[in-house]
């Protein structure tokens, strides 16, 4: 069965340093997502992509961050400069659609983000 | 704003015993409901969703959810607990976007389930 990957499964990095976190969506999906979960928190929404740009995201998502579609199979999310506080659960999620807008996001199995 | 309330973070059941996990709505237009489950070190996995229609829904591994508007709740079942049923639970509110919708989880609920 499909399922979203994403890369590294952890990532420890230094205050102020970039990071890229890495997925790649269920091959004939259409739309992306990318959510957070601090610890001890609930699952909150960061941004979601479609064709090519930004189609919403939260007040979380500042000029820290960014997202990209490289290539044909790769979704990012970028933080510029991280914070302590940007240390999380990343977790990426895609969609196709049917025309159904609430068709179903299949999540990948998450990036632990941990800033010292 | 489109929220869920889960009442209760730890919830602890016998094998074989009934599991109720509570969810609760807050919705000024008709709600798009979830319940996703995370085993360890794994993805978000829908279980299931109300979207329209039939108020009962059935999911997998013999799941489901039933939305009642007039309390509204979205508590999810399983007659009985099998130990392979240990995991975080997690309901969501689909909130409508520019391209369809983004979730909005609750803080999730780990059930135990005990020999």
């Known amino acids: 069965e499909p399922e979203v990957t994403q890369t590294p499964s952890h990532q420890v990095t230094q205050m102020g340093q970039e990071v890229i976190l890495r997925c790649v969506p269920i091959?004939?999906?259409?739309?992306f997502y990318w959510y957070r979960q601090i610890l001890g928190q609930k699952v909150e929404f960061l941004v979601s992509?479609?064709?090519?740009?930004?189609?919403?995201k939260s007040e979380i998502f500042d000029d820290q961050f960014s997202v990209e579609r490289p290539d044909g199979s790769n979704f990012t999310l970028k933080i510029r400069s991280t914070k302590l506080e940007d240390s999380a659960m990343y977790f990426c999620?895609?969609?196709?659609?049917?025309?159904?807008?609430?068709?179903?996001?299949?999540f990948g199995p998450g990036t632990r983000l941990t800033v010292l | 704003a489109q929220s869920v309330t889960q009442l209760g973070s730890h919830v602890s059941v016998s094998e074989g015993a009934l599991v109720l996990l509570r969810c609760n709505y807050s919705s000024s237009v008709p709600p798009y409901l979830f319940w996703y489950v995370q085993y360890p070190n794994q993805g978000l996995q829908l279980l299931l969703k109300y979207t329209t229609g039939a108020t009962l829904v059935k999911g997998i591994n013999g799941f489901e959810a039933e939305f009642k508007k007039s309390e509204t709740s979205f508590h999810l079942t399983k007659p009985s607990a099998h130990m392979s049923d240990a995991a975080e639970y997690f309901c969501a509110v689909g909130v409508q976007t520019n391209s369809g919708y983004a979730l909005n989880f609750g803080k999730g609920t780990s059930l135990l389930v005990t020999p």
């Open positions: 091959s004939n999906h259409l739309y």
């Open positions: 992509f479609y064709n090519n740009e930004i189609s919403e």
């Open positions: 999620a895609s969609r196709t659609t049917s025309g159904l807008s609430t068709d179903t996001q299949y």
